[in-house]
Structure formats: structure tokens, C-alpha cells
């Protein structure tokens, strides 16, 4: 018992170096005692203050901040934080933190570099198969006891030879194309840049991309040129068998005319991992048989986890020893 | 409309060959236009009198018969139809079919050939997909309004680098081991034979082959070697990890077994296209989280009907006017 309590010890030691998490990141919420065992944790969730107060109170010390999505570095964190100079995040988007301020102030970010394309991969991968083919929807059908009544459950769409338009061929992206082609999927993408390294066909344009694809898979960044780029109009060009996959980042798509889109069958459904304001999703998404509807997971395997944790821990021991960060964002925001 | 009615006759012109049909495959559901503009279909499920009276009635004349799983060609029925001369299946596999008594009456049996196989491969990988990184879970959570509420929700299991044993590496299996590569999985299989053609180890036992995998993808087709060839005693062997894919016949496992494992936590998981007593499920299995149901319809597809309903119509024409039959069954069984 006296080992194990040495081992860890109820509170933190002191002489830890300090970082601040606002809210707990899903990897910290997984890994606290692993990540705490390192470093004095400062949780302004469990304070009483409210966090403005609780900023202000440690304003003088705090040069490191844990995040993700559920925590957002805006301006205003930023500006109660002046001896800030590390924003390490848990996840591989940073756009919950405000980069430019970052660079204006020289506060560096790191990221958990390209860690889960896999695993998000393969959820791109699952949510097209389950649109598609109907996977959730059968087997609502079969726990509903609707087989042995209804007897022939809907067809679904084949995947062999469709053709799959990714938005975004970065490391997720490349990931899901070469899966989809072992499936005989027909491949093009849309990105800021033409990747000359790849075989599949590049299109400048989304609106174009959509109307020559039969889904779409979005996998890229979320940034002022992306947002709410997967509107009404790209909807209505991809069309009425069309099917779009979100594993990037809620904001991507105007959710409104994908809400409408979807109750008018502009086109034929979606499967969706992410939202734009979550874990809030839009409500009339839920009554709807042929989307697919997860709570931002694609990254959630105990692997990943593990592997990030680890990241997380090096990044931070790196910045507090002044050695180079393992795997630091490029802050051209 | 006089051309119409035409091409679209409400009755079957009588000159037609015929063919009997005793439970309607779904291929036919779908088609039956199409099929019975070819043929005169004597529908036995149609038909007030009991089915054996019904074919004692046809008897002399019923040359061809189209099936599927949902009406086997028992014995029985085979005594009743001393006239038979072709079974039509609208499926791949023929385990509805008395096999050694077609062989010993010289009654020739078709299949579908390996129409089906893309499609059932791309439904085997997103069972495994989902119930490894619990899709239809996370859709359940979701919609039921728990993600505001619990927050967190569970972690998955990474697909990558894990090993995934193939139960059966025919044209199926092989088109399951390919996506799995893709999605950087170490494939294995067993197979009744040896296939010098693949890369992959193989396993001559079914039971080392569970012991050294991750997860079983069951792609074989049901025989007396293969009944209840996935028990208890596999299971345990697969471990509390593993994870089990059934896209080949439910007879193939052990349903009794497999619902303790999974009671248990012998098991992790399954994702099941197929049981014993179709259409019925194990009501055990509806209130398993960990556990994804689909209604037999991993070839149900737009694409894959169409041509199945050309290749059925095809053979039948074929057999009609003594050509070669398109996909006939080798009858070794």
C-alpha cells in the first residue's frame, strides 16, 4: 500500500511544471493519471472561480495550456494568459485555437500530428459502407423485430465503381482513397493544392468535384476558405443519389441545407461524425433512416489513445527542457 | 396505354416455359416483372391449395424451379417433382438445395457464379468496421440523446496492425482479405484447401487459427464440415478481445454458444448478416450493445438484383433451348 501510494500520490508534487486545461480533452478525461503523474495539472473546470477569474489568478504562471476541441484558446483566453507560451492540443485540427493570435504573440502549438489518420480513415470507410448499404438502418430493423413482418428489408447502393470525390487528400484523405480503391471505387479529390505525387483526378473546384462524384467524403482542414463550403448548391451538383461523409469538422458543411437537403432528398443520405455545434446535433437529423449519426469518434480507439497521451507528455517535456517539439503545428494561419 | 398492356400482358401468355417458384427469392420480389414477361411462373405460395398438393398438381410438367434459401429444395420436394430437370438458384451459396439428390437424379443446379461476392465483401469489412469502432453504438447514442448527457463515449478498438483470421478464402474471402490489407490488417486464413496463389498464412485448423487471431471473418460456404464449425471451444480460443463476422450461413456457428460467449465477455463482439432460423434472430442477441444485426441482406444492392436477375433468366433460357448453363453449380457435394 505504502509503494503504491508513493507511486501515485493523492496530490501533485509540487515542484511539477504547471499546465492549464480549461475543459479536460478526451485523451486527458482517458490518460489524467498518466498525463498528472508529470505535471501539475491546473483544472479551471473544477474550480469554483468562474474560468475568467481562474485565468486571471494564475495569469502570472502559466506557460503551458492542454486543449481540444471541447476547450477553445480563443482571443479572449489568449489575452488572460500573458506568460503563455505553448498551446498543446490533443488532436490533429487545431481550429479551436486562434492561430493567428498565436503567431502574432510567438506562442508556439502542437498537434498529435497525423497519429489518427488511420483510425479516421477507417471510419470514413465505415460510414460511407453503412449509408450505403444500409447498416445501422438494418439493424434497427432487425432489433425493431421488423424482419420476420416486413420481410424484404431496402436495397442499397453498391460501391464497386462508384465514384468517390474527396475533399482534402491530406493524411487522412490519401488514407481513405487507397482503402476505397481496394473496394473499386473510382477516385478524385479537391484540395487547396494539386498533389502531383497521386494518381487520382484533381478538380479546382468542389462544385465541379460534386457534380461528377457520387459521395463525398470530407477530410480537410477546417479554415475560413472551407467553412460552410459543402452548401445547398454543392449539394444539389452532387444530387439526388448522392451520398457525403463528414469525418473533418462540422463547420465544413452549412448543416441547415444539409438538414433541408436531406428532408427533401436533394440527396440520399449521410453519415456524420462531427457537427457544428457540439455535442449538439441538429435534432432533425435524429428521425432520419438514412444517416448515420456518431459522436465525433473517429479517433476514438484505445490504441490512439495511448499513442497520443504519449505525444501530449513528450511535447510538453520537450517545450519545459527546451528541446525540439516532437510535432509542432506550422502556424500559417 | 394499348402498347403498354402489351409489352406488360396481365395475364402469362400461356405459350411461355414454364417455371415454379415456391417461397419468392428476393431477386424475384424485385424483378418479377421482368422474369415473368420470360416465363410462366406457377407461383406455389400463390396458390390455395397446400404446397404439396400444389405440386402433385404440376407434377408432369414442371421441368425448371427458381429458389432461394427462403423455400429449400428439400427431398421432399424434390420426390413430389419427378419431372425436374434444373434448379435456378438467385444465391450463391446452394445449401438450400438436397445437393446428393439432384447429383443422383442427374438434376442440374445454377448459382448466381460470384455476382455477389464485391458486395458481401464490402458488407463483411463494415460489420468489422462497426463493431470494432461501434458505429451503430455510437448512431444508438446519439439519437437516444446521450452525448450532451455522458459525454465521453467509449473507446473502440484500432483495425490496423490487428490480425484477421479469414474462415473460407474463396471468392468472397479473398476480396475481404484485400480491403483488410488496405486497411493495414495482418490477414490469415483456413480454407478446405491450401491456396498456393496467396500470400497470407494458412492455417489447416480453425481452432489455431482463432487462437492467433484478433477477430474471424466467417466467408465459407455451409456444409456437413462446416456446421456449428464456430463453437464454444473456438470462441474461447478467439479470446475476450476477439470479434466475429458472419457473411456466410448462420448454421456455420453455433448460435447457442455464440450467445453466451457474448453474454459472457468471452467474446468482444459480432457482426452478424446471417442465423440459423432466418428470419428469425436470437431475441439474446437485440440487447446486445456489442452486437450489430443485419437482415441477411449483404448482397442487397440495386446493381447486384439487376444482374442477378439476368443471370437467373439467362440460365433459364439457356436450359430451355439446350445452350450452356452461364453459372452451373460443379455438384461434388
Keep these: 500500500m505504502d509503494a503504491q501510494d508513493h507511486q501515485s500520490p493523492p496530490s501533485q508534487p509540487p ?22 503523474n508529470k505535471f501539475h495539472i491546473l483544472k479551471a473546470y473544477e474550480s469554483p472561480l468562474p474560468t475568467r477569474d481562474f485565468l486571471q ?27 503563455l507560451e505553448i498551446v498543446v492540443s490533443t488532436t490533429t485540427g487545431v481550429n479551436h485555437i486562434d492561430m493567428a493570435e498565436c503567431r502574432r504573440r510567438g506562442i508556439r502549438v502542437t498537434n498529435v500530428g497525423d497519429l489518427f489518420s488511420d483510425d479516421v480513415a477507417d471510419v470514413a470507410v465505415g460510414l460511407l459502407i453503412d449509408v450505403m448499404r444500409r447498416i445501422s ?3 434497427r430493423f432487425v432489433r425493431g423485430g421488423r424482419w420476420p413482418v416486413t420481410g424484404l428489408y431496402p436495397l442499397g447502393s453498391k460501391l464497386g465503381g462508384k465514384r468517390i470525390g474527396i475533399v482534402g487528400l491530406g493524411n487522412i484523405g490519401s488514407r481513405v482513397a487507397s482503402r476505397l480503391e481496394a473496394m473499386g471505387c473510382i477516385v478524385s479529390y479537391t484540395s487547396r493544392l494539386r498533389k502531383h505525387s497521386t494518381p487520382f483526378t ?9 457534380t461528377d462524384s457520387d459521395a463525398l467524403v470530407l477530410c480537410c482542414a477546417l479554415t475560413n476558405d472551407t467553412r460552410h463550403m ?3 448548391k454543392v449539394m444539389k451538383a452532387l444530387g439526388k443519389n448522392g451520398v457525403i461523409v463528414n469525418v473533418a469538422r462540422g463547420a465544413v458543411i452549412n448543416e ?12 440520399a443520405g449521410a453519415g456524420l461524425d462531427v457537427y457544428e455545434n457540439e455535442p449538439n446535433v ?7 433512416d438514412n444517416v448515420v449519426v456518431l459522436p465525433h469518434c473517429s479517433a476514438f480507439t484505445k490504441e490512439c ?14 517545450f519545459f527542457t527546451n528541446k525540439p517539439l516532437i510535432t509542432p503545428v506550422t502556424n500559417d494561419f
Design 15 to 36: 515542484h511539477l511544471r504547471q499546465v492549464l486545461v480549461l475543459r479536460p480533452p478526451p485523451v486527458f478525461a482517458v490518460h489524467e493519471q498518466y498525463i498528472s
Design 57 to 83: 489568478a494564475n495569469a502570472q504562471s502559466v506557460k503551458a495550456v492542454l486543449c481540444s476541441g471541447s476547450g477553445p484558446i480563443t482571443a479572449d483566453v489568449l489575452r488572460d494568459l500573458p506568460a
Design 137 to 139: 438502418g438494418g439493424d
Design 202 to 210: 484533381f478538380y479546382p473546384d468542389v462544385h465541379q468535384l460534386a
Design 230 to 232: 459543402i452548401n445547398n
Design 256 to 267: 441547415a441545407d444539409l438538414v433541408k437537403c436531406l428532408e427533401d432528398g436533394e440527396i
Design 282 to 288: 441538429p435534432k432533425q437529423l435524429l428521425g432520419l
Design 305 to 318: 489513445f495511448e499513442d497520443a497521451a504519449q505525444i501530449v507528455v513528450g511535447n510538453l517535456e520537450a
